[in-house]
């Protein structure tokens, strides 16, 4: 049985937090991206730590990777992005990671660092220091 998916998300201390839980569906990633985007506070570059450690599945990578067309045009204009991904499931991370490389070698990404972490307060620090280097 396949539990539903489901996102939310805050804008918090100039950070964008997205948690997924369930299924992680295309659908579900458009839906909580046009909301980010739709937020008084959002900003090509804000900084986003994505909360992984939840979601049970990947419907399919097909609908993962045609998640970065949508997203990409999100932040069309930044001169640079911080995006730290946590979670504890090795294969979730292999995914993101191949996102990560798909949106800079689209030519939207080319100035972002990615991150990846088992833990939120380790996430959280990596994003906070990032304005300081």
Do not use: C
């Not at 090509?44 to 992984?52: H, S, V």
């Not at 990409?72 to 090795?90: F, Q």
């Not at 993101?96 to 990615?114: F, I, K, M, P």
Request: no cysteine.
């Amino acid at each position: 049985m396949t539990d539903a998916g489901k996102a939310q998300y805050v804008i918090q201390d100039g950070i964008a937090r997205l948690t997924y839980t369930g299924a992680l569906s295309f659908e579900l990633l458009v839906d909580i991206h046009s909301r980010v985007a739709a937020d008084p506070d959002f900003y090509p570059e804000i900084p986003k730590l994505i909360d992984l450690r939840k979601v049970t599945e990947f419907h399919t990578l097909d609908e993962f990777f045609r998640v970065i067309a949508v997203t990409a045009k999100l932040h069309v204009g930044a001169t640079k992005r911080k995006i730290a991904t946590v979670s504890e499931d090795i294969m979730v991370e292999k995914i993101a990671r191949l996102y990560g490389e798909a949106a800079r070698h689209s030519g939207q990404a080319t100035q972002v660092e990615y991150a990846f972490f088992t833990s939120i307060d380790a996430a959280e620090k990596w994003l906070k220091n990032m304005d300081k280097k």
